[in-house]
């Protein structure tokens, strides 16, 4: 397998060369005059060709000067995808295949609109069954997480063995990216594997399918889980055991004394990231036939007294998310595209800190509430000077609306869980 991954990695190195040294020539030919036969030249010629090669270094320059790379990012053009079925569709990688897990977030910010991609493997032989695959030669293949945001800037927390940003057009792209991240070797909670569903032990659920991914354990687990499945799956998660006097939303439980508070989420997709906490997790259908789930999970696991539930509803750490106010949402119109604020809409955790960094050349506000409720008193920015930043940390659970005051169309939310 190890072969397999550097043969994979050494592809893309020579891939990414090639095309690279075919666009530079490309360029230097598109400046030489044409002529009708090979032995016909002209004393004007040459500097032809050297004005017009120093005006497109002059031209790059003066792109990247208009586009400068943020502190701390790198940023890629695309290749080719070498996946088989895929030679019509460019890849840019930005984690190569390792046999460890990696897990994090990655920021992006991209020329046009693109997918964002996560392989789970190699497979093993037969593990290949409904999910999703992608393979460079027909052999190795990996399970493949495929998200499509339907954007060209934002955020994603995953895991995975790779990690890769993806387009279905033949024209390469290019990627302004971050990646934090770490890279962890296999354990009892971070893994990758594939797995086939039983049927649900839980009492009242004998007509569902069930995957354990992480067995129950006496242990809190947090952290991020990736998947790619046969089908439309929900995800589970399972804290507890509780106790006779606690009276949760929903319960699972295998013989009717040992209960666990039920999380249940319905994502209606076969492929995605889900950030989960609990004392065991899986992934579950309503339906009675078998499904297939390839996945990555990374998570730390912390021992919990049972009695300090509110610690148990807390992931283990805090993180800062960045909601950018883009530039041009002074005057209407990216409430028609919801990209007055990007992203609009976010998830977090309790304890987690949002920073609205003001990119646009108009001060704004980031004001908790709605133009027509008018503020909640929760949180407000007060205005966001041009190249300020405005910061929160939500410490309670729950759903936040936010506006700007200056400009009401400008919307955005926050959840906490």
């Known amino acids: 397998a190890g072969i397999d991954k550097a043969a994979i990695a050494f592809s893309i190195a020579i891939v990414s060369i090639g095309v690279g040294f075919a666009f530079y020539m490309d360029g230097v030919q598109n400046t030489t005059p044409v002529v009708s036969t090979p032995t016909v030249s002209t004393p004007v010629s040459e500097p032809k060709e050297s004005s017009s090669f120093g005006a497109g270094v002059a031209e790059k320059v003066k792109a990247e000067a208009d586009n400068p790379l943020k502190d701390g990012w790198d940023r890629i053009t695309s290749v080719q995808d070498l996946g088989m079925g895929h030679e019509s569709h460019q890849l840019a ?5 390792s046999d460890k897990v990696y897990s994090g977030t990655l920021y ?21 069954m409904g999910q999703a695959t992608w393979s ?36 390469p792209f290019e990627v302004d990216y971050k990646v934090d991240y770490t890279e962890e070797s296999m354990s009892d909670s971070v893994m990758t594997g594939t797995a086939m569903s039983v049927q649900d032990p839980g009492v009242g659920h004998e007509s569902h399918q069930l995957a354990v991914l992480l067995a129950p354990s006496s242990d809190m687990y947090s952290g991020i889980l990736t998947y790619s499945a046969s089908e439309n799956i929900q995800l589970v998660s399972l804290k507890g055991p509780i106790g ?9 439980t295998p013989d009717g004394e040992t209960i666990f508070e039920l999380t249940f989420v319905d994502p209606k997709n076969a492929m995605g990231s889900w950030e989960f906490s609990g004392n065991a997790l899986a992934v579950h259908t309503m339906n009675t036939n078998q499904f297939t789930v390839s996945y990555s999970v990374s998570a730390i696991a912390e021992a919990m007294e049972m009695e300090e539930k509110t610690m148990m509803e807390k992931p283990a750490g805090s993180q800062t998310h960045v909601v950018e106010i883009p530039a041009d949402t002074s005057v209407p119109g990216c409430e028609e595209t919801d990209t007055c604020y990007l992203p609009p809409n976010i998830t977090i955790n309790v304890g987690d800190t949002v920073e609205w960094p003001n990119v646009d050349t108009a001060v704004h506000t980031v004001t908790g509430g709605s133009p027509i409720g008018g503020p909640s008193g929760v949180f407000d920015s007060g205005l966001v000077m041009v190249d300020a930043t405005y910061a ?26």
Do not use: R
Request: hydrophobic letters at 45%.
């Open 136 to 171: 460079p030669d027909g052999e190795t293949k990996f399970a493949l997480t495929f998200v499509d945001p339907e954007n060209a800037k934002g955020e994603w927390q995953f895991a995975g063995n790779a990690l890769a940003v993806h387009t279905m057009n033949t024209e």
């Open 93 to 97: 990688v930005l984690l190569v295949p």
């Open 244 to 252: 006779a006097d606690e009276k949760p939303a929903a319960t699972w």
């Open 392 to 417: 929160f940390t939500f410490e309670e659970a729950g759903n936040y609306d936010y506006f700007c005051m200056v400009h009401p169309w400008m919307v955005g939310s926050v959840i906490v869980n």
């Open 108 to 128: 992006y910010d991209a020329s046009e609109p693109i997918q964002l991609v996560a392989l789970h493997g190699p497979l093993a032989e037969g593990e290949d």
